[in-house]
Nanobody, 120 residues
Framework: QVQLVESGGGLVQAGGSLRLSCAAS????????MGWFRQAPGKEREFVAA?????YYADSVKGRFTISRDNAKNTVYLQMNTLKPEDTAVYYC????????????????WGQGTQVTVSS
């Protein structure tokens, strides 16, 4: 079992930056693929970024967002730069022992989400 807790969300102006963190429980964090997803009001949850041995990004965030992990701290990060109003959503952290996936069905463990709001 893995428990995930996101933090770092908030309100930011367009063009600004935020860094999300996701702290994971457990002693085998390094063996998990980690992903970030987001869900805007009235929309389906969508893939943002994932990390295992490589990193993967949605086209909509490529070049603006960076996913990274610190296995010593059991934490995965999502650095978000040049934020746009369309980035407004609840951001979820996800984990799984399988290879990184861009599908939410590829992750068994999920955090509770953190709200990111980008004002224009």
């Amino acid at each position: 079992q893995v428990q995930l807790v996101e933090s770092g969300g908030g309100l930011v102006q367009a063009g600004g930056s935020l860094r999300l963190s996701c702290a994971a429980s457990g002693r085998t964090f390094s063996s998990y693929s980690m992903g970030w997803f987001r869900q805007a009001p009235g929309k389906e949850r969508e893939f943002v970024a994932a990390i295992s041995w490589s990193t993967y990004y949605a086209d909509s965030v490529k070049g603006r967002f960076t996913i990274s992990r610190d296995n010593a701290k059991n934490t995965v990060y999502l650095q978000m730069n040049t934020l746009k109003p369309e980035d407004t959503a609840v951001y979820y952290c996800a984990a799984d022992r399988r290879p990184a996936s861009t599908l939410d069905s590829g992750y068994d463990y999920w955090g509770q989400g953190t709200q990111v709001t980008v004002s224009s």
